[in-house]
């Protein structure tokens, strides 16, 4: 224990984590730090050659910290920085925390951002800072030589010294080491780097590898399995920067397009299973070499791993038959965060290296929506928030810190493109914006691939590579929201055969009409079929979330978020009008694209949000739409344009909504009045 | 927490262990059994359908205990046991703990001899009785089926029907479970037995494998790898009998005779470490074969394995090279108790089997001395004992409760008959039991094979199909003894040429003297080198045992232990007459088998006796004879028989020693008057 603070001892502010305390004068800042729980990298054991503990000293007076902090107040730079200076380079301004001493009230600035030896520092989507607490740690120390008088064995002199320099109580030790401990010491000259893996804090920390000599630095990579797609990305353990990332289609694709039809193919396949297991592993590995290769690093250098992905792909992944999964009741194999080591599910990385998935919320909210929740922590904060997570099964998530519920929603693959007459993937050539003139109900548009709409000059010379060749998810919302906003189709979702006499775009098909929106080769039209599946999935989805306002009783969400690549590219003014979420603040409606990854990610930078999303999944209420009684009515419900029972002030801020036809069945008394299309069209020409 | 004992409630006290509490009427016999820390088996969780959970209540007045234990403070038989008893069968007196309560002050007897579900009793050479509390127990749990409300996975069920029903606060499972228990829940109807292993108190225990319904065997695997022989028992995890015992040739023979040997192997060929780890662990292989069919049981019921053999035995079967332990300064790779699973060594068992390693004590002195340690327990009692395991090197160990200590000596192979003219292994036809009359100097002599000896009637037929083929290491032990007390040699090991003129038996050999023990074919004749390779070896162990005295402060020992195959075999009295040991009352030297395989089923069976060996191998002070000063001069005074400076007063009660031609050097003040040849003649043949 150390003694208790003296008043009189300097006063230490750690930022950003603004911990703070008081330290006798000469205690090295890194000392300051961990006592304090100020996450702070070292690999050398201060020994200042490895240049991870680097920090800055603010100067001024912090009147709201009621301290003064000076460059006085830190030792002067010593020998052991100079040497590190000369030989390594030491950014302005910086400092060794294992040499600076503190010599007065000081401030002190944790870089979070620090990118130490890095050859390549990339820009990824995501920038936020993570805070770094790893389940893998390097450790370097110089351990004793062999003495016949104590006869340790090389392993538990090698233990002895991380007890020693490294305040660890015990450690146990990977099997693969015994074998291999003799020739790392003798390479290294008796100094060698362990690699120390301890997730848990009750767990026994273990040393899972070890380096002859410093290691400097260790990666880690975080992956998203998603049906259609799989990203990775490698990132440092010791700075938290993305050192590469990558993505691949995924194989099993070839076994099913949508999830269900991989698990018919299990079903009636006998080595389906274990043939999708293979194929995803391969391209996990393939991955691995990918951003190995971009990131200047070996297999070897990645020490842990995380991955997330819906159920059935976590299943598939691990090596679980996901037959339960295709049918009720739903249940999955294991819930839990799996932790095990990489060798287990043969992904092949460092041989000691480690592997964690996040946990499933229930049968068909996975371990994705588990990284969504973690990275956009509903949890954490006091606000209604909801998250959707849309695919051919919506992951839908509602809460603050006081509750959280869960649940999925069957919305079907409209919303992806298909069950759409010109329905196809996200891809150059495809439609994914949309504007149709009020008065003339004439289209204009923008395709995958180029930045012009279709009415400005240039736009058949941008588009000649591919052609307009569909529409994609984005822009099917957007056409039938401004179909609905121009008057063309009615809240219940008709298109109006009536306006053929006044545009052409009107077409007759079959007994139902439709909406020419490209006339060019394919000719796309919207026809009452696409109308009613987007229709079907945007009322599945809403019922879902009303379900959860309902089991919340909520009645408001202060804030939207829409994960996944479908979210990233929707609008959410028009996402609304459609009715897919319910009123909101537009400002607090955002997509957060690849979410999973930052919260897989986050769950690999710092363990303690490992122990965080398993408790907030455990207290996840799950709600299982297909047994609740309400579901079918919220459903049906919402099946009008936006819908008909709620009330929608912020949208109406933003669009003119048209009338609704029947009065709401409850709760509407707050809606505003619905204007005739042409006080609408007067509006929009306004804004 | 409970309650605090009300004093009016009944008292019941645990046999052998003595534990004993206080607790209220209708508590089950077993429960109070856990809250006092008396291990009962139980399998089936108090559902009286395992039947290991017997117990006995023995009648009468304790009045060391002050406790009056009747039947009638015992619950009546009750359904659950009646129906037990019907379809199993409950041995008269016997009452299933879970079933049967506390209605009266008791004396419980737990039986640790219960055989129960046995179809082979067998009777092991060591009948020691061990207190079970094996690292693997077996847990029967009824899993709640899936619920969509509640979508906890299939093992996340498990787990919380483990905590529930026998109180584990958490739990992991291993990696191969999760694809497997879909599968094993589904066929066990939600019922199941699952296998939890927890080595140490402080690590989180982890399911290792699972079985659909009630699984009520499982065994474990101790052995010991020796450099000649492999030694292998299997033992019930449930009731500590041995279910089969077998033994094999260690075919690494074919690398090297002995160790040394080996080790050269290792340096000169560049797959002899991995062509002799995989000699061994195919040996092993081949012995659980061996003892699954003898035991009736298969490779999946053994959960759990202990290994013990000398560094380089130790080094090999884990795949380490043991090329540093062939020279100064003889560094083990490890060597703190190593735990790994069956699987990292390469035997296959049940695949969530575990294998446990005792430590090595030092470069010469390994996890078989450990073992042996932990069988007589010198530091489990106040006397001071002295164990000796004689081979090529000789472990010693020596200590007491207070305070322990070890070295290994370098006997050479002489003990075993090597280095010897007539010398060979034991075998039938080799001459295991010499003796000489002082008069005639005539010798008589046994054979492995007969239990004649050669002066007997008879003896010739008996020894027909071997012959007397030569002497193997309790032979020469006993001949040079003999020798001794003939006067054939002096003390200084001379062969007394003057003798052939007195028997034909004293023969010249070049420029020295020998002794004919056999003039059949082969001659067998005891010859001066022969005389000195064994004054060489004996004094090597002498000055061993000297030095750790010395170390000790000790100037006698209380027991010896001889363990080890030639332990087995020599006679004490003289290995006292030839100066092996020290002088000691005879009565508390004995042979203890072998002491390294009963080590290795204590470790198997009770998970305490693994620290309590890791604890004292810490503690142990290891002495390096090659570098302590003091070796040479004990190893010279000892070459003298029985040596230069001790006295053996035990010993002299027994025997009549030959004078000493010289005044010892030191400390020999309190020893006996040597008589002459006649005189001692005389005292013999009246004994």
């Given at each position: 224990?150390?003694?208790?603070?003296?008043?009189?001892?300097?006063?230490?502010?750690?930022?950003?984590s603004?911990?703070?305390?008081?330290?006798?004068?000469?205690?090295?800042?890194?000392?300051?730090?961990?006592?304090?729980?100020?996450?702070?990298?070292?690999?050398?054991?201060?020994?200042?050659?490895?240049?991870?503990?680097?920090?800055?000293?603010?100067?001024?007076?912090?009147?709201?910290?009621?301290?003064?902090?000076?460059?006085?107040?830190?030792?002067?730079?010593?020998?052991?920085?100079?040497?590190?200076?000369?030989?390594?380079?030491?950014?302005?301004?910086?400092?060794?925390?294992?040499?600076?001493?503190?010599?007065?009230?000081?401030v002190?600035?944790?870089?979070?951002?620090?990118?130490?030896?890095?050859?390549?520092?990339?820009?990824?989507?995501?920038?936020?800072?993570?805070?770094?607490m790893?389940?893998?740690?390097?450790?370097?120390?110089?351990?004793?030589?062999?003495?016949?008088?104590?006869?340790?064995?090389?392993?538990?002199?090698?233990?002895?010294?991380?007890?020693?320099?490294?305040?660890?109580?015990?450690?146990?030790?990977?099997?693969?080491?015994?074998?291999?401990?003799?020739?790392?010491?003798?390479?290294?000259?008796?100094?060698?780097?362990?690699?120390?893996?301890?997730?848990?804090?009750?767990?026994?920390?273990?040393?899972?590898?070890?380096?002859?000599?410093l290691?400097?630095?260790?990666?880690?990579?975080?992956?998203?399995?998603?049906?259609?797609?799989?990203?990775?990305?490698?990132?440092?353990?010791?700075?938290?920067?993305?050192?590469?990332?990558?993505?691949?289609?995924?194989?099993?694709?070839?076994f099913?397009?949508?999830?269900m039809?991989?698990v018919?193919?299990?079903?009636?396949?006998?080595?389906?299973?274990?043939?999708m297991?293979?194929?995803?592993?391969?391209?996990?590995?393939?991955?691995?070499?990918?951003?190995?290769?971009?990131?200047?690093?070996?297999?070897?250098?990645?020490?842990?791993?995380?991955?997330?992905?819906?159920?059935?792909?976590?299943?598939?992944?691990?090596?679980?038959?996901?037959t339960?999964?295709?049918?009720?009741?739903?249940?999955?194999?294991?819930?839990?965060?799996?932790?095990?080591?990489?060798?287990?599910?043969?992904?092949?990385?460092?041989?000691?290296?480690?592997?964690?998935?996040?946990?499933?919320?229930?049968?068909?909210?996975?371990?994705?929506?588990?990284?969504?929740?973690?990275?956009?922590?509903?949890?954490?904060?006091?606000?209604?928030?909801?998250?959707?997570?849309?695919?051919?099964?919506?992951?839908?998530?509602?809460?603050?810190?006081?509750?959280?519920?869960?649940?999925?929603?069957?919305?079907?693959?409209?919303?992806?493109?298909?069950?759409?007459?010109?329905?196809?993937?996200?891809?150059?050539?495809?439609?994914?914006?949309?504007?149709?003139?009020?008065?003339?109900?004439?289209?204009?548009?923008?395709?995958?691939?180029?930045?012009?709409?279709?009415?400005?000059?240039?736009?058949?010379?941008?588009?000649?590579?591919?052609?307009?060749?569909?529409?994609?998810?984005?822009?099917?919302?957007?056409?039938?929201?401004?179909?609905?906003?121009?008057?063309?189709?009615?809240?219940?979702?008709?298109?109006?055969?009536?306006?053929?006499?006044?545009?052409p775009?009107?077409?007759?098909?079959?007994?139902?009409?439709?909406?020419?929106?490209?006339?060019?080769?394919?000719?796309?039209?919207?026809?009452?079929?696409?109308?009613r599946?987007?229709?079907?999935?945007?009322?599945?989805?809403?019922?879902?979330?009303?379900?959860l306002?309902?089991?919340?009783?909520?009645?408001?969400?202060?804030?939207?978020?829409?994960?996944?690549?479908?979210?990233?590219?929707?609008?959410?003014?028009?996402?609304?009008?459609?009715?897919?979420?319910?009123?909101?603040?537009?400002?607090?409606?955002?997509?957060?694209?690849?979410a999973?990854?930052?919260?897989?990610?986050?769950?690999?930078?710092?363990?303690?949000?490992?122990?965080?999303?398993?408790?907030?999944?455990?207290?996840?209420?799950?709600?299982?739409?297909?047994?609740?009684?309400?579901?079918?009515e919220?459903?049906?419900?919402?099946?009008?344009?936006?819908?008909?029972?709620?009330?929608?002030?912020?949208?109406?801020?933003?669009?003119?909504l048209?009338?609704?036809?029947?009065?709401?069945?409850?709760?509407?008394?707050?809606?505003?009045?619905?204007?005739?299309?042409?006080?609408?069209?007067?509006?929009?020409?306004?804004?």
């Amino acid at each position: 224990m150390n003694p208790p603070p003296n008043i009189t001892d300097p006063l230490v502010l750690f930022m950003p984590s603004g911990k703070r305390g008081r330290f006798p004068k000469g205690t090295p800042v890194l000392d300051a730090a961990r006592q304090l729980g100020v996450y702070v990298e070292s690999v050398c054991g201060g020994r200042a050659t490895c240049g991870r503990c680097q920090i800055e000293v603010q100067e001024g007076q912090f009147a709201k910290h009621k301290i003064t902090s000076s460059l006085d107040h830190i030792s002067p730079v010593g020998p052991k920085e100079e040497r590190y200076d000369r030989v390594r380079g030491l950014p302005e301004g910086r400092r060794l925390s294992c040499s600076a001493t503190i010599e007065g009230d000081l401030v002190v600035d944790v870089p979070q951002d620090t990118v130490i030896n890095a050859q390549v520092v990339r820009k990824d989507a995501d920038t936020r800072h993570i805070e770094r607490m790893p389940a893998v740690q390097l450790c370097y120390v110089e351990v004793e030589e062999p003495d016949m008088h104590k006869p340790l064995g090389d392993l538990d002199r090698l233990k002895a010294a991380l007890v020693r320099d490294w305040g660890f109580d015990t450690l146990d030790a990977d099997f693969h080491l015994h074998a291999d401990i003799q020739r790392l010491l003798r390479e290294g000259n008796w100094a060698v780097t362990a690699a120390i893996h301890r997730d848990r804090d009750t767990e026994r920390p273990r040393i899972i590898a070890v380096w002859p000599g410093l290691k400097n630095e260790a990666y880690g990579i975080a992956c998203d399995i998603g049906s259609t797609t799989i990203a990775m990305h490698m990132v440092s353990l010791l700075s938290g920067r993305v050192a590469a990332s990558a993505g691949v289609s995924n194989p099993q694709i070839r076994f099913g397009e949508d999830l269900m039809s991989r698990v018919s193919y299990v079903m009636m396949n006998p080595d389906g299973r274990e043939a999708m297991t293979k194929a995803v592993r391969q391209a996990v590995s393939e991955l691995v070499d990918k951003v190995c290769a971009q990131g200047n690093a070996h297999r070897e250098d990645i020490l842990d791993s995380v991955f997330v992905g819906n159920p059935i792909m976590h299943h598939l992944f691990l090596g679980i038959d996901p037959t339960e999964l295709g049918g009720a009741p739903f249940a999955l194999a294991v819930s839990d965060a799996v932790s095990c080591r990489a060798d287990d599910i043969g992904v092949e990385l460092n041989r000691g290296a480690r592997t964690y998935l996040l946990p499933c919320i229930a049968g068909h909210v996975g371990a994705d929506a588990a990284a969504v929740t973690l990275a956009e922590g509903p949890h954490r904060q006091d606000r209604m928030m909801l998250i959707v997570d849309v695919g051919t099964n919506a992951e839908i998530v509602l809460g603050s810190s006081k509750r959280v519920v869960a649940a999925s929603s069957p919305t079907g693959p409209a919303f992806e493109g298909a069950e759409i007459s010109g329905g196809q993937r996200a891809a150059p050539g495809a439609i994914e914006r949309v504007r149709i003139d009020p008065q003339t109900l004439e289209p204009r548009f923008r395709v995958i691939g180029s930045e012009l709409w279709s009415d400005e000059p240039g736009f058949a010379d941008a588009v000649s590579g591919t052609g307009v060749s569909g529409i994609c998810g984005s822009g099917i919302i957007e056409v039938i929201a401004e179909m609905f906003l121009a008057g063309i189709i009615s809240e219940d979702g008709v298109v109006d055969g009536a306006l053929a006499a006044k545009s052409p775009r009107i077409v007759q098909t079959g007994r139902t009409f439709g909406y020419v929106l490209s006339d060019g080769e394919p000719r796309i039209t919207i026809t009452q079929n696409d109308v009613r599946a987007i229709q079907l999935a945007k009322s599945a989805l809403y019922a879902g979330t009303r379900l959860l306002m309902e089991k919340m009783g909520a009645d408001r969400v202060d804030a939207i978020r829409f994960a996944g690549a479908f979210g990233s590219f929707i609008d959410p003014k028009y996402a609304m009008v459609l009715g897919l979420i319910p009123d909101c603040d537009l400002d607090a409606v955002s997509a957060v694209g690849n979410a999973a990854g930052t919260g897989a990610r986050m769950a690999l930078l710092n363990r303690s949000h490992r122990r965080e999303i398993e408790d907030t999944v455990r207290r996840i209420e799950k709600i299982e739409t297909a047994i609740e009684p309400r579901f079918q009515e919220h459903f049906v419900n919402a099946m009008a344009l936006p819908n008909k029972v709620d009330a929608f002030p912020n949208l109406a801020r933003h669009v003119a909504l048209p009338e609704r036809t029947q009065s709401p069945d409850s709760g509407a008394s707050g809606a505003p009045r619905r204007r005739s299309r042409e006080e609408r069209a007067a509006r929009r020409s306004r804004s």
